[in-house]
């Protein structure tokens, strides 16, 4: 018997027959891992995490009801609680989930049992399937105020040209950290409106060339320091790496878990959120900036920050309408970038 996450026939019977509920997760978390390493390492986390709650609770990810799981996944949109049995572990303290951030762990956890009722000696029988989890109204995006905006923009180009070059991407240009992290300088180039640069899309999976507004590009210019290849934003100085294609040496880019660090690390020296700084934080407020701007499309917007449906945009949009009256410009991309890259 065949799934369509795994063909059990290239393995012993007797060795996935006897598997245990943890160890047909970790064969389906490294199934994952070999088409995309980060979603394997996402898979194996939100699977353990479900395990460790179910049988904190009591329960058994043998054989979950579908009620367990339904409660569970209620469980994920609730406060913080304390006094839960058994140790907490460190993920009940960012309780609640977003409901979009809960159906996406349901939809794990589908996938999941449906590979483990693939293994003959197992049940034909999901307990995810099809549960529904609600999805809440709102048209509220946090982002960060005119004043934190440029504070965070001036700080990181007065500490590190590193640093400013990740924000500009992020905030500038808004990309996702994804992104950022895989910007390299050699897709950097020039059109007859101005400088460009060349990324992948990891949301639609495409290759993207955008307008690269100058306040960002100064400062990427600055962080390169007359390097015109490997990454953008680098991880520390010392450590390098030789490139597969070209065989010479350039500095290490920075991971995603990197960027996590340096986004930690504006945050102390900036002041500005000390507890809330993130990269996405600054997409948002780019986005949403830029859909205050009354003469700029709103499809050029939906298209310069990868929205690959009118629903991704649609709440930056309303929120942007709902509550600011007058146009910002963001300092990232200067009075005159929208009228450039329309």
């Not at 929205?307 to 200067?334: C, L």
Request: with cysteine; hydrophobic share 35%; glycine share 8%.
């Amino acid at each position: 018997m065949t799934s369509g996450f795994f063909d059990f026939g290239a393995i012993s019977r007797d060795a996935i027959d006897n598997s245990t509920i943890d160890q047909l997760a970790d064969r389906f978390c490294d199934e994952k891992g070999r088409k995309n390493a980060e979603t394997g390492k996402r898979y194996r986390r939100e699977l353990a995490f479900f395990f460790d709650t179910l049988r904190r609770f009591g329960g058994d990810p043998e054989e979950p009801s579908r009620q367990q799981v339904d409660r569970y996944l209620a469980y994920l949109l609730m406060e913080h609680q304390a006094g839960h049995p058994g140790p907490c572990v460190r993920e009940c303290g960012e309780l609640p989930y977003a409901p979009a951030s809960v159906a996406r762990r349901r939809d794990v956890i589908s996938a999941f049992y449906e590979y483990v009722s693939a293994v003959p000696s197992r049940p034909n029988y999901n307990p995810a399937k099809q549960l529904h989890v609600e999805q809440a109204e709102k048209t509220a995006v946090d982002i960060l105020t005119e004043d934190e905006n440029l504070t965070v923009w001036n700080t990181t180009r007065a500490h590190r040209w590193r640093d400013g070059a990740a924000v500009g991407l992020a905030g500038g240009m808004g990309m996702r950290r994804e992104e950022v992290v895989l910007a390299r300088a050699e897709n950097l180039g020039q059109n007859e409106k101005g400088h460009t640069l060349r990324f992948w899309r990891v949301k639609g999976r495409y290759w993207q060339t955008e307008i690269v507004p100058r306040p960002v590009h100064d400062v990427i210019m600055a962080s390169l320091d007359g390097r015109t290849s490997g990454p953008i934003v680098t991880a520390a100085k010392t450590k390098m790496t030789r490139n597969a294609d070209t065989g010479l040496l350039e500095p290490e880019h920075l991971s995603v878990r990197g960027l996590t660090y340096v986004f930690e690390q504006i945050r102390e020296y900036s002041g500005v959120r000390p507890d809330d700084l993130h990269c996405h934080l600054l997409r948002h407020t780019s986005i949403t900036y830029a859909c205050t701007l009354r003469d700029v499309s709103k499809d050029r917007i939906k298209k310069f920050y990868g929205h690959v449906s009118d629903k991704d945009h649609r709440r930056y949009n309303a929120f942007a309408n709902q509550v600011f009256v007058r146009e910002i410009i963001n300092p990232m991309q200067g009075p005159r970038f929208w009228t450039i890259a329309a």
